[in-house]
């Protein structure tokens, strides 16, 4: 089992930025991609982003790339998702994910294996 808590959510104008960190616990972190999806007012959860198990390499979706940045840093076990230039259609409930792949571009739900309970994040215009 992994255990994931988000944190870092909140409330930001538009332009600005936020950070949110996933703290894992449980089995070995750096085992396992980590993933950032989230899930707007009224719409489907959709794919933010993933990294790969050592860090070293990354994939966003279209609507983020070039905003947010993921990262994560093994020792500690926790991952992060810096977003900038943060728009209202930001607005949503976060959550970060663990899958076993040993891939980087892991951008389907049912590729991952643990969630965690999510953060909310609301931009206002």
């Known amino acids: 089992q992994v255990q994931l808590v988000e944190s870092g959510g909140g409330l930001v104008q538009a332009g600005g930025s936020l950070r949110l960190s996933c703290a894992a616990s449980?089995?070995?972190?750096?085992?396992?991609?980590m993933g950032w999806f989230r899930r707007a007012p009224g719409k489907e959860r959709a794919f933010v982003g993933t990294?790969?198990?050592?860090?070293?390499?990354?994939y966003y979706g279209d609507s983020v790339q070039g905003r947010f940045t993921i990262s994560r840093d093994n020792a500690k076990n926790t991952v992060y998702l810096q977003m900038d230039s943060l728009q209202p259609e930001d607005t949503a409930v976060y959550y970060c994910?663990?899958?076993?792949?040993?891939?980087?571009?892991?951008?389907?739900?049912?590729?991952?294996?643990?969630w965690g309970q999510g953060t909310q994040v609301t931009v206002s215009s």
């Open positions: 994910a663990a899958s076993p792949s040993a891939s980087f571009r892991v951008s389907n739900e049912q590729e991952y294996e643990y």
């Open positions: 449980g089995r070995t972190f750096s085992n396992y991609a």
């Open positions: 990294i790969s198990r050592s860090g070293f390499r990354s």
